[in-house]
């Protein structure tokens, strides 16, 4: 199961490429981004992919700042729902606690973390692995964030500090120029710390009742995505489970934390069933262990789950209309 973004949020790097004099769509493509799920409400990408994107862009956009235009070229659409929910908020600490609240409409991982100090409200980016710490990205989101504070609160707002993993680049006079603030290179972590006072002010923009309702479309939205992601879920479990042999539905249930009976209504409102997804799993894996020659039937049965390798020739042909030695013989 790999965790994914929203698309659209990828409409910003696809303008950027623009402004650049790059075609987006060929980077897109190659790296697995079908362009038109950015159109699509509740297009996801795979992350490592957007990663990749990110290093390709780094590597053929000949500035080292480049990141710091993203500023320019977002909009509250890019962010779904939670864009307008968050321009709507009473103050800015509300907004930020809404990107945390609901972060899952962008992102399967968690991308920030609030923290106050005496400073000020300290918003800190999390990867959930070091390589996932890339300079171009991290100065994109810290000036599209600083963006759509001083768009909801006043022009003029400056952090209190503003701290980046990456070295300091030939081109540091403009972070120093949009931020307005001083700017930490080769620090621990990237984050923007902005003060008290302007984080709890009253904003002139704000409208509960449109917050409310852009709220309640996030809700519906994750619910949705948890209905779509169970599947994935249950999969991951039988993976991690064919090898002890003792895959039913009742031990799937067990490691998901909720009883056979949920499982089965939430697979029934994904239009599947347990057995089907055990017997696809079992079918793909098969097909992959076959092609490689050094695994043998008894080895296949047992990594499938099967008790003998008879069931697995019976369930394999049964499958592909061959013998697995035969689509062995075959591949």
Known sequence: MHATNNASILIGVWNLLEFYRIDPEPLFREMSMDP???????????????????????KIIDDPCFGLKAAELWHPSNFSALGYAMLASNTLRTAFERMDRYHRVLSDERPITLDETEEGLTLT?????????????????????????????????APVSVTLTHPKPSCSARFYEYFRSPVFFEAPANSLTLPIEAV????????PQLAQLNDQ???????????????????AVIIDLLPSGNVTDESVARELYMSSRKLQRQ????????????????????????????????????????????AFSRAFKRWMGVSPSEYRTAA
């Open 267 to 310: 697979l029934r409102s994904n239009d599947t069933t347990f057995t089907t997804l055990l017997n696809e799993i079992r079918q793909d894996l098969a097909q992959r262990y076959l092609r490689e020659q050094d695994i043998s039937l008894t080895e296949i049965a047992f990594l499938l789950g099967f008790s003998e390798s008879s």
């Open 125 to 157: 980016l999390v990867f959930s692995h070091k390589k996932r710490d890339i300079p171009a990205r991290n100065d994109a989101i810290l000036a599209v964030t600083m963006s759509m504070c001083r768009l909801n609160y006043i022009e003029d707002l």
């Open 36 to 58: 038109e799920l950015m159109k699509r409400p509740g297009g996801r990408y795979r992350l490592d992919s957007i990663d990749n994107l990110w290093r390709k862009a780094s």
């Open 200 to 207: 709890d002010k009253n904003l002139p923009g704000s409208n």
């Open 217 to 235: 479309v996030m809700i519906k939205y994750l619910a949705q995505l948890d209905q779509d992601h169970i599947t994935q879920k249950v999969k």
